[in-house]
């Protein structure tokens, strides 16, 4: 029997990873909160630091109203001349959620509730809390710590850095 | 020719005497006669002045007068109070930051006052003035007057006006901030510590403690205890039937996980109570959420891959899906 490495811990110890999250549709807002997920169920230290619009989907009010766009999105089935047609991204959002709850994929709240419960830290950008007037108390209790870009960087040493 | 030149050194007779006497007293006369005429010359100047000085005196008198009678020595008095009050509600940082502001003003005032740009109000001014005949301009209007030499040479004009504005608006702006900033750096908060997120930080801690996968299974435990089972390549028990709470005790010894608590042996059996109700080897989110238990309790308790150790473990297959 081959020994199973799931994951190549780096000979310097513990292999870590970094999203950086700065866009609001749930097609940009999924694949952060995924792959941190994986990252942790797979013995990855994992965090994310949301900046600029992806401050949205930390941010307690908009949370639960993030959508998917069909606008500009060149793997959008439906023509462009009409994507930005009135309604159309309530139906894509509508459409993409009915999917995810099929394949048991938990809402953008309870997501972030479970990789920060799976040791993920959180991280809000300050810079960005400054621009769009938020406050540490507009955002999730999930969050860890507002940050700098700087100290961010000393946050995840070591770190792969994936920008989402 | 003086007295003395004439008059004889030692004189010889009484007529002559008197003849000298009579010379000097000419002489005497003529000199009083210079001095009477400049007398009278002064005098005649003074009589011909004195009207005037009078004159000017009266007129400045009544120039005072129709200054008090027209208030103006009133205004100059409110001037000054004004003054005063100004004086009086500006603090001295202020009247420092305005002779700072001196030079500047004196060139704004220069540049504001040239002949060009005076040249322009004025013309902007007699527009102005006459604005209630204006007709209203709506879009169309517009439109219609950009194509207009003259306007487009004015909307050049308020655009560069407006760049410069809103440059300078920045700069004071910035200049407001940098001076109201001084030492504190940001207005948010940068750390704050909840209750809720210490186990989460033990989580963190036991990362790397104990790898998931450890050595291949069978090991030594396993193989003393049941050597007829087999296993994956990933480690995982190939027929979840075999299963058996000693056999989770020996792959839990043989893969450096330790000994399996009574809360972990709960876990492990939640697990395959899931297993059995829907075909397939739990995830994290389905332990959490068909099994019950916590997700943050998973992460304490296996605290390296909890999913794929809780399934190694139960005897499971490898769980799939990404969440």
């Known amino acids: 029997m081959s020994a199973a490495q799931p994951h190549v811990p780096s000979p310097t110890g513990q292999r870590r990873i970094a999203l950086i999250c700065a866009k609001a549709g ?50 959008s089935p439906m ?34 509730q479970m990789i920060s419960d799976a040791g993920c830290r959180i991280f809000a950008c ?39 | 020719m003086t007295v003395h030149e004439n008059a004889p050194a030692t004189p010889a007779t009484t007529d002559e005497r008197l003849a000298a006497i009579e010379a000097r007293l000419d002489r005497i006369t003529g000199a009083l006669d210079v001095l009477t005429t400049a007398e009278a010359k002064r005098a005649e100047f003074i009589d011909e002045m004195w009207p005037i000085v009078c004159r000017a005196g009266i007129a400045a008198a009544q120039g005072l007068d129709t200054v008090e009678k027209e208030g103006w020595l009133d205004t100059a008095r409110a001037a000054g109070r004004i ?47 006459d604005a209630d005949h204006l007709e209203p301009v709506g879009p169309t209007g517009l439109l219609r007057a950009s194509s207009d030499a ?39 908060v940068r750390t704050r ?20 996968s450890g050595p291949p299974l069978p090991g030594a ?8 089972l087999t296993f994956t390549g990933d480690g995982f028990l190939t ?29 492990l059996l939640a697990a395959r109570k899931v297993y059995g109700e829907t075909g397939a080897s739990p995830n994290i989110r389905r332990l959490s959420v068909r099994g019950g238990v916590p997700v943050r309790e998973l992460y304490q308790l296996f605290p390296q891959a909890p999913g794929k150790t809780v399934a190694r473990l139960a005897g499971l297959p490898k769980p799939a899906g990404c969440v």
């Open chain 2, 150 to 188: 003259d306007v487009q040479r004015g909307l050049a004009v308020l655009l560069e006006l407006l760049r410069h504005a809103g440059k300078a608006t920045r700069e004071v702006s910035h200049r407001k901030t940098e001076r109201a900033r001084g030492t504190r750096r940001s207005p948010v």
């Open chain 2, 221 to 228: 435990q396993v193989t003393a205890l049941a050597p007829e």
């Open chain 2, 83 to 129: 003054f005063q009050t100004l004086l009086n509600h500006t603090s001295n940082e202020e009247i420092d930051e305005l002779a700072d502001s001196v030079l500047s003003i004196k060139d704004a005032v220069r540049a504001m006052t040239q002949p060009e740009v005076v040249a322009i109000f004025e013309e902007a001014g007699e527009v102005l003035q």
């Open chain 1, 26 to 75: 749930l097609d940009e807002a999924y694949p952060a909160l995924i792959l941190a997920n994986a990252a942790r169920a797979s013995g990855i230290d994992a965090s994310i630091f949301f900046t600029f619009y992806g401050l949205d989907v930390i941010t307690e009010k908009k949370v639960d109203n993030l959508h998917v766009s069909m606008v500009g999105n060149p793997g």
């Open chain 2, 239 to 267: 027929d979840a039937d075999k299963w058996t709470e000693p056999l989770a005790t020996a792959m839990a010894a043989d893969t450096g996980f330790g000994n399996v608590s009574a809360r972990q042996m709960e876990i």
């Open chain 1, 79 to 112: 023509p462009h001349a009409l994507a930005g047609l009135p309604g159309m991204d309530s139906v894509a959002t509508t459409f993409m959620k009915k999917k995810m709850e099929e394949l048991e994929v938990p809402n953008v709240r309870e997501m972030i």
């Open chain 1, 126 to 164: 300050e810079l960005a809390m400054n621009m769009m007037d938020l406050k540490l108390g507009d955002l999730l209790p999930q969050v860890d710590s507002v940050l700098t870009a700087e100290d961010f960087y000393k946050e995840t040493v070591g770190a792969d850095i994936v920008f989402v």
């Open chain 2, 193 to 212: 510590s909840v209750a809720v997120n210490v186990p989460q930080v033990q989580a963190v801690a036991h990362v790397g403690v104990a790898p998931a």
